[in-house]
């Protein structure tokens, strides 16, 4: 009796299969996921930004856009290398 009751509750706690309950937790995890995302996109800006632009003007010279393309470049490669990476590690973990 009393194991019943504990999986009710824990059927409750997680939202007892409703189909809304589940479907706000993917709304709340992409949401998540988006703010996460912006926040990286924003720190690198800010580390190239940082690293190529001396003094900012009306115009960027030629050497802090292709800095910044560099930079821009490099920072999509490790993210796509880490992404595989990581990708490679779950399916290793999956078998």
């Not at 589940?22 to 949401?31: D, F, G, I, P």
């Not at 996109?41 to 580390?47: D, L, T």
């Amino acid at each position: 009796m009393e194991r019943a009751k504990c999986r009710k509750l824990r059927r409750q706690e997680a939202g007892g299969g409703d189909p809304a309950v589940s479907e706000l937790r993917e709304l709340v995890a992409a949401e998540q996921q988006r703010a996460q995302f912006t926040a990286q996109v924003h720190n690198f800006m800010e580390v190239c930004w940082d690293k190529c632009v001396d003094k900012p003007g009306s115009k960027l010279d030629h050497r802090s856009e292709s800095c910044l393309a560099s930079c821009v470049d490099r920072f999509i490669d490790t993210t796509l290398s880490i992404t595989q990476r990581f990708s490679q590690i779950l399916q290793k973990a999956g078998h």
